[in-house]
Every structure is written in structure tokens, then in C-alpha cells.
């Protein structure tokens, strides 16, 4: 059983920065593919980053590639999500999710998930 806590959500302006980050606890960090999740008010869960784990590569949604950047420390367990350049259509919760499985960005993929952080971006 995995158990994920996210932290850093909060208050940013446009086009600022913002790194999310995400803490494991409870089963092996390796086994996991481990991805960031999106959902803005009124719509559905979307993935936006992830770390594969069967070739550690990283994978982003086309509309934050380039701008985020997702990275994992297997020490402290912590997969944290910097978030550059932020638009106002990033705001809405993060949620963080592990899964064992071969989905990557897909929402249903995943079989643990935290409880989410929320952003609001201002302009």
C-alpha cells in the first residue's frame, strides 16, 4: 500500500513559477510509475507529467511540455513537479498518483493517489 502526500500548492501570478512536490510512503519508490495530475474546476483529471518506471523516461502532456519538469528522489521519496511560465488555465488541484502498471499520463492507469493541492494562478 502506497500513500502519497502532495505539498506547495498555493497562490501564483502569471507566468510565475511553482514546484509541487510529493511525498511516498509505504512500499518500494522503485516499483512505481509516478505521475501529476491536472484537474481544473468543472472538468476532468488529465495527466500532465510522468516518470515511467520501466525506462525512467519522462513523458508531458503537449500543453506543459517544455514548461514543467518532473523529478523524482528516490532518498527522500519525493517526486516534485516545477511548474514554469504558469497560464492561467493551470489552475484547479494537483494530485500525484502511482501506479505499477504501463500507463504513463493515462488517469485511469493509476492505482494510488493522494489528496490533491491546489493552484490558482492570478493575473
Known amino acids: 500500500q502506497v500513500q502519497l502526500v502532495e505539498s506547495g500548492g498555493g497562490l501564483v501570478s502569471f507566468g510565475d513559477s511553482l514546484t509541487l512536490s510529493c511525498t511516498a510512503s509505504?512500499?518500494?519508490?522503485?516499483?512505481?510509475?509516478n505521475g501529476w495530475f491536472h484537474q481544473a474546476p468543472g472538468k476532468e483529471r488529465k495527466g500532465v507529467a510522468c516518470?515511467?518506471?520501466?525506462?525512467?523516461?519522462?513523458y508531458y502532456s503537449d500543453s506543459v511540455r517544455g514548461r514543467f519538469t518532473i523529478s523524482k528522489n528516490p532518498d527522500t521519496t519525493t517526486v516534485d513537479l516545477r511548474m514554469d511560465k504558469m497560464q492561467l488555465e493551470q489552475t484547479g488541484t494537483y494530485y500525484c498518483?502511482?501506479?505499477?502498471?504501463?500507463?504513463?499520463?493515462?488517469?485511469?492507469?493509476?492505482?494510488?493517489w493522494g489528496q490533491g493541492t491546489q493552484v490558482t494562478v492570478s493575473s
Open positions: 516518470i515511467h518506471r520501466f525506462n525512467g523516461n519522462n
Open positions: 498518483a502511482d501506479t505499477t502498471g504501463t500507463g504513463c499520463l493515462t488517469t485511469v492507469a493509476y492505482d494510488y
Open positions: 509505504g512500499s518500494n519508490f522503485d516499483r512505481y510509475s
